[in-house]
Structures are given as structure tokens and as C-alpha cells.
């Protein structure tokens, strides 16, 4: 830049010394992707793409995963899933479900998995309070705790326990030990 100053006395320039444009930073994630929805066949799941930084402009893209049914681990791409909006269907019975966000710019790209779901269940959503358990006197736990508790201590023998059916109940006996919080 060159900058001239002119008065009665005559003018000068001064001129300052040429800049680099700063070098473009790659994406890199802040914040996880999240889910949100119920985990039941026919029902909508949504993905937030996170928080990211790096330099303008940043594209996303989505693909959903299904996972092993405990842990969420030995997630495979669900082919031709990659909108914001996933429906789940009968393939995802008794497994979990996550999203990968990739965000790209200029500068090259860079991918996160959100937390899994809960296990996809094949019971409809219930708009009232869920049924509780009560231990002791004081103690209530909520179904779906219960639930997750109970598949996880079958997956050992690759069973998967669903809820009751509609109209149907659930008898459960329960032996505790523990500080529960």
C-alpha cells in the first residue's frame, strides 16, 4: 500500500512492505454430532452437524451408521443414508445407531461419529411417563434404564430382551446390591 500526504510545503509517500494472505486452516471438530428422535422402527431420527472451525467456507455431509447392539462399536455405513434425517426400519432392530459428520473447506477435511442411540426397539413411542421400577423405598428407575441394563447383560449370549407388546406388561424381580445414586 502506498500512502501519499500533500500540504502547502509539498507532498511524500510512504509505502508499507507486501503481506502474505494467511494460510487456510482445515476443519476440525469442537462440538459432536447429536441424534434426536425416538429409537423405534418408523420413527425420524435428526443429526446436528457439531461445532466446527476452520476457515470459511465449511460444507458438511452425513452418513448414518448401524452398530453393535452393547457398545455402538462396529458401526457399517447404512447404504444411501446420508440426509439430515434418518427413518429407522426393521434392519436396525436391536442394534444402535450414529451419524458421521464430515465438514470440508479449501483446506482439506475432517470427520466425527455422534454418541450412539439407545437400542432401536420395535415398540411405539408412549406420550405419557414411562412405567418405574421401585427399590427399597425410595428408589424409582426408569423403564428404558431397565431395559438398557437387561440387553446389555444378555448381549453376552447375542440375545436381545424387547419391551412388552402393546397391551402387555412386564413382570421383572430384581436383585440389587450397590450404592445406587
Request: proline share 9%; with cysteine.
Amino acid at each position: 500500500v502506498e500512502v501519499i500526504a500533500r500540504n502547502a510545503g509539498g507532498s511524500t509517500a510512504a509505502r508499507s512492505e507486501a503481506t502474505t494472505v494467511g494460510t487456510p486452516r482445515p476443519p476440525a471438530g469442537l462440538v459432536l454430532p447429536t441424534i434426536t428422535g425416538y429409537t423405534g422402527i418408523g420413527q425420524e431420527l435428526t443429526a446436528a452437524d457439531g461445532g466446527w472451525i476452520g476457515s470459511p467456507p465449511l460444507s458438511f455431509t452425513r452418513q448414518w451408521l448401524r452398530c453393535g447392539g452393547v457398545t455402538g462399536e462396529g458401526c457399517t455405513p447404512i447404504e444411501g443414508e446420508t440426509g439430515r434425517v434418518y427413518v429407522l426400519g426393521p434392519a436396525d432392530l436391536g442394534h444402535r445407531i450414529r451419524v458421521r459428520v464430515r465438514a470440508a473447506n479449501a483446506a482439506g477435511d475432517a470427520a466425527a461419529d455422534s454418541e450412539p442411540t439407545r437400542l432401536v426397539r420395535d415398540d411405539p413411542p408412549v406420550s405419557i411417563d414411562l412405567p418405574s421400577i421401585t427399590i427399597g423405598r425410595a428408589r424409582r428407575i426408569p423403564r428404558q434404564a431397565l431395559d438398557d441394563f437387561i440387553a446389555a447383560r444378555t448381549a453376552e449370549q447375542g440375545g436381545y430382551v424387547p419391551g412388552p407388546g402393546p397391551g402387555q406388561r412386564d413382570e421383572v424381580t430384581a436383585r440389587v446390591s450397590g450404592t445406587l445414586r
